[in-house]
C-alpha cells in the first residue's frame, strides 16, 4: 500500500471543520450571531500557523463553501460547451492523481458552467478522498438537495456524515429506517450500515434488538433491489445489504443465514474479499470451500488479517510450515487485534522451529505472541516445550505441538470479529 | 501637525451605526479592545504584561484575516467570511512600522521577513488592564472605514 502525506497540517483540519460550521450558520442567516463569532474567534489559532499554501486553500475553501451557504441565482449558471467539458475532465483526472488543489481550483474557475448538483458532488469526492469527511458531507448534503431524485448523492452524503458527525448520520438514518418503503435501496442501506456501526456502543441485549429490527428491513430492501432486475444485482448497495443480513445473521449465531447471504453477494462479485473472508470464517473446519475463500481473499490482497490467519493454521495443520511462515508474516501486516496477531506469531514460532530456524527467531516469534497476548497460555506451554527440548537433538513433528482444533480456531474467528464489530 | 504620523493601521470591528464608528468592547476580536488572556496577556497584579501582545492590526484591509473581512467584500477578497455589521477600519497616516499609535499605545510588528502583515497595539508601559482598554476606547473618534 503506497502512504500518501495528507492533505493539509492538523491546524489546517480544525481550520476547515471551523470553515463549514461558519458556513452552516451563514447558510442558517446567522452570520452575525454571537455563535459565528466565536467560531471566528476559534479560527485564529489555526489560521495563525497555516503555510501559505494551507491559507490559501482554506480560503478558496471558504469561496467554494458559499456555493452551499449562499448558492449564486440560477441565471448565473452558463451552458457547458466542449471547453468546460474538457476542464471538467482534467479536473476529475486531477482528483483521481491526487492533486487536490489543481482539481479544485480547475473546478473553481469553470464553476458557471457545471450544474450546481454535479459541481458540489465532484467537490465532495475531493474533499472526501482527501481525507476531509467534515468538508465532503457539506458539500454532498448539497448536492442532495439541488437533486433530491439522485439517491446515490444522498447516500454519499450519510456515509460523510456517518465519518464526521455520527451522532448527526444516526439521527437521519433512524429517520430513514423509520420510513424506508419511501428511500432508494443505496440510502436504506447506507441508513443500516450507520445503525449497525452503532451498536458497537450499545449492550449486547441492545445489539441483538438491532439487529433483529434490521433484517427485516434488509430483506424487503434486497426484494426491492432484485426487483429492479437488470444491474441492480451489480450495484453495491445490493451487496452492502446482503453483506450486512449475513453479519447480522452470523451476530444472532444463524450461521446457514449468514452463508445463504454472504453466498448470494458473492454470486454478485466474486471478488468481494470481506464476504469471502466471512464466508470462509463459518465453514472453516466443515467445508472444503473455506479454504478455497480464504485463498481468494489472500488473492485479492485482503486488508484484514482473518484469510492470512485461517489459511496459516491450515497450512499448520498439514504441515506446509513454509507456507504457514509466509501465511502468518503477511497477516502479522494486516489489520487485526492483538489476540489475532498473537495467534499468529505462536504459529510462526511453531513453523520456524519446524523449519529449522535458529532458537533465537523462534524465541523473538513466541515471546512477541507472549507480549501482544498474556492470556495466550497454548504458547506459553509450546514455547516452554520448546525451550525444555532444545539440548536434545530431535525432530518436532507437527503432533509434538498443542494446537487449537479447526473447531476451536473457527470459534476464536467468530468471537474476535463479534468483538471488532462492538469494539 | 505631529512630526511623526502614526502608523496606518487597519483593523476590522464591529459598526455603531449610530456614528459608524467602531464599538469598543474587549469580549471578542471584532470591538475595539483586547481580550485578556486571548490578545493581551495579564498578570496577576492585573496589569498587562509587556510581551509584544496586544490588540491585533494589519497595514491594509486585504492583510486581514478572510474570516474577519466582511462577507459583501467577497468580490475582492474571495472567500472573506466576515460578518457585514463588521467593516474595515483605519487610522494614523504614517508607514506600517514600530511606533507610537496614540497616548499610552505603540504598534508592534511582527517578528519575520518584510512585508510584515500583522502587528499588535500594545501598551507603552506597564499598565492596569482598564487603562489599556481605555486607552484603546479613546482611540475611537480617529477609526474611520476605508474598504477601498
Known amino acids: ?423 | 501637525m505631529p512630526l511623526t504620523q502614526p502608523p496606518k493601521v487597519y483593523r476590522a470591528m464591529k459598526r455603531d451605526p449610530a456614528d459608524n464608528l467602531p464599538v469598543v468592547g474587549s469580549t471578542s476580536s471584532s470591538g475595539l479592545g483586547a481580550r485578556p488572556g486571548i490578545d493581551i496577556t495579564v498578570d496577576a497584579a492585573g496589569n498587562v504584561v509587556l510581551d509584544a501582545s496586544g490588540m491585533s492590526v494589519a497595514p491594509g484591509w486585504r492583510d486581514l484575516d478572510f474570516p474577519r473581512i466582511p462577507k459583501r467584500l467577497r468580490h475582492i477578497v474571495p472567500g472573506a467570511a466576515g460578518a457585514n455589521s463588521t467593516s474595515c477600519f483605519t487610522t494614523g497616516a504614517g508607514p506600517f512600522q514600530n511606533g507610537v499609535v496614540a497616548n499610552g499605545l505603540e504598534l508592534i510588528l511582527d517578528l519575520g521577513r518584510a512585508p510584515v502583515t500583522h502587528g499588535v497595539i500594545a501598551p507603552v508601559q506597564l499598565v492596569p488592564l482598564a487603562e489599556y482598554q481605555t486607552d484603546l476606547g479613546n482611540t475611537r473618534a480617529a477609526w474611520q472605514i476605508d474598504e477601498t
Open chain 1, 1 to 423: 500500500m503506497i502512504a500518501h502525506p495528507p492533505f493539509g497540517s492538523p491546524s489546517f483540519e480544525l481550520m476547515a471543520k471551523g470553515l463549514v460550521e461558519l458556513h452552516r450558520l451563514i447558510k442558517d442567516g446567522k452570520d452575525d450571531s454571537p455563535e459565528a463569532e466565536s467560531v471566528r474567534d476559534a479560527l485564529d489559532a489555526p489560521l495563525k500557523v497555516l503555510t501559505g499554501a494551507e491559507k490559501e486553500r482554506a480560503q478558496m475553501l471558504s469561496e467554494d463553501l458559499y456555493s452551499v451557504s449562499e448558492p449564486p441565482s440560477a441565471t448565473t449558471q452558463r451552458e457547458m460547451n466542449p471547453q468546460a467539458q474538457q476542464q471538467l475532465n482534467e479536473a476529475i483526472e486531477a482528483r483521481q492523481s491526487r492533486e487536490w488543489d489543481r482539481a479544485l481550483a480547475l473546478l473553481r474557475r469553470w464553476r458557471e458552467y457545471i450544474s450546481p448538483a454535479l459541481l458540489s458532488y465532484i467537490r465532495g469526492r475531493t474533499w472526501e478522498e482527501a481525507g476531509y469527511p467534515a468538508v465532503a458531507a457539506a458539500f454532498f448534503g448539497h448536492a442532495s438537495q439541488c437533486d433530491p431524485a439522485n439517491a446515490n448523492y444522498r447516500a454519499l452524503y450519510m456515509a460523510a456524515l456517518a465519518e464526521s458527525d455520527p451522532d448527526a448520520a444516526g439521527k437521519l438514518a433512524r429517520q430513514v429506517l423509520a420510513d424506508h418503503e419511501k428511500f432508494a435501496p443505496v440510502v436504506v442501506a447506507e441508513a443500516a450500515a450507520i445503525r449497525f456501526s452503532e451498536a458497537r456502543f450499545t449492550s449486547d441485549a441492545e445489539s441483538v434488538q438491532l439487529y433483529r429490527e434490521l433484517i427485516p428491513i434488509l430483506e424487503r430492501n434486497l426484494t426491492k433491489i432484485e426487483g429492479e432486475g437488470g444491474t441492480a444485482r451489480r450495484a453495491p448497495e445490493y451487496e452492502m445489504t446482503v453483506g450486512k443480513l449475513g453479519i447480522c445473521h452470523e451476530l444472532l449465531g444463524n450461521s446457514g443465514a449468514a452463508v445463504h447471504y454472504f453466498s448470494r453477494g458473492l454470486q454478485a462479485n466474486p471478488d468481494n474479499d470481506g464476504l469471502l473472508a466471512a464466508r470462509g470464517i463459518l465453514q472453516y473446519g466443515t467445508s472444503p470451500r473455506a479454504i478455497a475463500d480464504f485463498e481468494q481473499a489472500v488473492r485479492l490482497e485482503s486488508p484484514v488479517i482473518w484469510p492470512y490467519l485461517f489459511l496459516a493454521h491450515h497450512y499448520l495443520a498439514t504441515s506446509r510450515f513454509e507456507q504457514c511462515r509466509v501465511m502468518c508474516e503477511t497477516g502479522l501486516r494486516m489489520r487485526g487485534s492483538d489476540a489475532a496477531k498473537s495467534q499468529l506469531e505462536e504459529w510462526r514460532a511453531i513453523a520456524q522451529a519446524a523449519l529449522g530456524f535458529p532458537p533465537e527467531a523462534v524465541r523473538a516469534a513466541f515471546e512477541a505472541a507472549a507480549r501482544l497476548d498474556p492470556s495466550n497460555d497454548l504458547a506459553r506451554r509450546n514455547q516452554d516445550a520448546f525451550e525444555a527440548s532444545l539440548g536434545a537433538a530431535r525432530t518436532r513433528p507437527h503432533s509434538w505441538w498443542e494446537q487449537k482444533s479447526e473447531a476451536a480456531v473457527r470459534q476464536f474467528g467468530l468471537a474476535e470479529r463479534r468483538y471488532s464489530f462492538a469494539a
